[in-house]
């Protein structure tokens, strides 16, 4: 036990760990953001659905993209993550009334990008 304990790169669990928890509060926080912008722009309860829409697209483009899929697959996934990713940019800026809170939701959206391009790429040693 405690020699598997040993084998275990520690390093890369919690910077795994830590990497998962800020996709976690990002996504969290743009949720938040969809939602206001939703309901800006008129809708009620549909509101709330807005952001499974947004994330749910870019989630399928970031499992599409990965080396489970070949590069047609890959190429498609590209497509989904951009057109999400910039729906997703514009609402959390949208959602800002004042410009450090139009630069936070921009901050949000492009720290989730930068934290998913980095997770996906962490190799253990």
């Avoid at 795994?16 to 008129?42: E, N, P, R, W, Y």
């Avoid at 720290?111 to 997770?119: C, D």
Wanted: charged content about 15%; some cysteine.
């Amino acid at each position: 036990m405690l020699n598997r304990l040993r084998q275990i790169n520690w390093t890369y669990v919690v910077v795994k760990v830590v990497v998962q928890m800020f996709l976690a509060g990002a996504a969290a926080i743009s949720f938040g953001h969809i939602v206001d912008v939703s309901t800006t722009l008129g809708l009620t309860w549909e509101a709330f659905t807005v952001p499974f829409f947004i994330d749910g697209l870019a989630i399928l483009g970031l499992v599409g993209r990965t080396d489970k899929f070949d590069q047609s697959t890959k190429r498609a996934g590209m497509v989904l993550v951009i057109t999400a990713g910039s729906l997703s940019l514009a609402a959390n800026i949208y959602a800002g009334d004042n410009l450090g809170q139009q630069c936070y939701g921009a901050l949000v959206v492009c720290g989730f990008a930068l934290a998913e391009w980095f997770a996906g790429r962490m190799k253990a040693a």
